[in-house]
């Protein structure tokens, strides 16, 4: 995709402004119902593709924690995400340069070249653990 001539439309600017309001890393589905509170006449298929987008041109990452549904996220700084197999919701973790440690065992292993990474966790957040106890 040419990232350099792909124009930043009226609806592609408040599907990201409104991305980058959440930290829910929410599902293209969840991130329509806002953007339709500003723009009534916008189709779920226009949220989806300028998405793919966004996320193709590096505005946002395309997240897939293994539950069916992609995730986005506009925040682009180095960080993992947490996913509570209890309530589902997803959290930000902070980085610790985990890659390049695998990186390096990686080329020790095999003879591959990595073009990336994607690291999550599953577990059970604070406020489920809460309820449990």
């Known amino acids: 995709m040419d990232c350099e001539r792909t124009r930043m439309t009226k609806q592609r600017k408040v599907v990201l402004e409104e991305l980058k309001k959440t930290t829910a890393h929410p599902t ?5 119902e806002v953007v339709r509170k500003r723009l009534p006449n916008i189709s779920l298929g ?5 998405l793919e987008i966004l996320s193709a041109c ?4 395309k997240l897939d924690l293994g539950e069916g549904k992609k ?3 506009a925040r682009m700084d180095p960080h993992y995400h947490f996913r509570c197999v209890k309530c589902g919701g997803v959290f930000d973790v902070p980085y610790v340069p985990l890659e390049e440690e695998i990186e390096e065992h990686f080329k020790d292993v095999v003879n591959f070249k990595i073009t990336g990474v994607q690291i ?3 577990g059970i957040c604070e406020a489920c653990l809460k309820e449990m106890n």
């Open 28 to 32: 293209a589905d969840e991130l329509y």
């Open 46 to 50: 226009t949220v989806y593709r300028n």
């Open 58 to 61: 590096g505005e946002a990452l």
């Open 71 to 73: 995730r986005f996220d």
């Open 120 to 122: 999550h966790f599953d």
